[in-house]
C-alpha cells in the first residue's frame, strides 16, 4: 500500500518562500506521477504542478507559472514543490498524490498559513 506523507508547511510571512515534501513509502516511487494540490476554504482543488514518471518533465497551469516548482528525488522517494513569494491566496491545506497507471493515492495534506 502507498503512502504519502507531506511536510514542510506552517506559518509564513508574505514574500516569503516554502519548500513542502512529500515522502512516498510502498510500491514503486519511480513509476507514480507525482502532483501538488491545494484545498482553501471556499474555493475548488487546484492542482498546482505535476512532475512525470518517465521522463521528470514538469508541468504547471498558467497561471501559476513562475512561482511553483516541483522536482522528484527517486532515490529518496520525494517530491518537493517551492512556493516564492506567498501570499494569502496562498493559505490552505497542500495535498501531494501519486498515480500509478489509474490508481490514484493521496497523502492527508499538510497546513500553511500565510500572515504577517
Known amino acids: 500500500q502507498v503512502q504519502l506523507v507531506e511536510s514542510g508547511g506552517g506559518s509564513v510571512q508574505p514574500g516569503g518562500s516554502l519548500t513542502l515534501s512529500c515522502a512516498s513509502t510502498?510500491?514503486?516511487?519511480?513509476?507514480?506521477?507525482m502532483r501538488w494540490y491545494r484545498e482553501a476554504p471556499g474555493r475548488e482543488r487546484e492542482m498546482l504542478a505535476r512532475?512525470?514518471?518517465?521522463?521528470?518533465?514538469?508541468y504547471y497551469p498558467t497561471p501559476l507559472k513562475g512561482r511553483f516548482t516541483i522536482s522528484r528525488d527517486n532515490s529518496k522517494s520525494t517530491v518537493n514543490l517551492q512556493i516564492h513569494s506567498l501570499g494569502s491566496e496562498d493559505t490552505g491545506v497542500y495535498l501531494c498524490?501519486?498515480?500509478?497507471?489509474?490508481?490514484?493515492?493521496w497523502g492527508k495534506g499538510i497546513q500553511v498559513t500565510v500572515s504577517s
Open positions: 498524490s501519486a498515480v500509478d497507471g489509474h490508481r490514484w493515492f
Open positions: 512532475i512525470n514518471n518517465a521522463d521528470g518533465a514538469t
Open positions: 510502498g510500491g514503486f516511487f519511480r513509476n507514480y506521477v
